[in-house]
């Protein structure tokens, strides 16, 4: 196992909690802004989680794979899905992306395992 991802998601939510303690401001804007994007529409919330994931990993951001993967899980992501969102990210994001690809499958097996 690379990373426990489950750990990481709260450590990086009680990060996160602090932070909009100290800037609540900036941190109600960005909450209403990611809102607004992940709300149905064309396009489901559940692809719109995937997408995200896929910028977290063409971006090699930890935090973005793992909250963005547990919220494609909750949305109802499968695995096969979410191995065709690596694979794009890969495409867009070169090496890079295959070995951050890798950690977000790992990130999905853990996260969905209950």
Known sequence: MHKDWKNANQ?????????RK???????????LANAATTPGELSPKIKELIAMAIG???RCDGCIGFHTAAA?????TRAE????????IYMGGGPSYVYGAQALEAFDQLSAG
């Open 11 to 19: 450590t990086l939510s009680q990060a996160i909690t602090d932070y």
């Open 22 to 32: 100290a800037s609540p401001e900036l941190a109600k804007a960005f909450s209403g």
């Open 57 to 59: 990993i063409a971006g």
């Open 73 to 77: 899980i909750r949305h109802g992501a």
């Open 82 to 89: 979410v191995l065709e969102t690596i694979d794009v990210a």
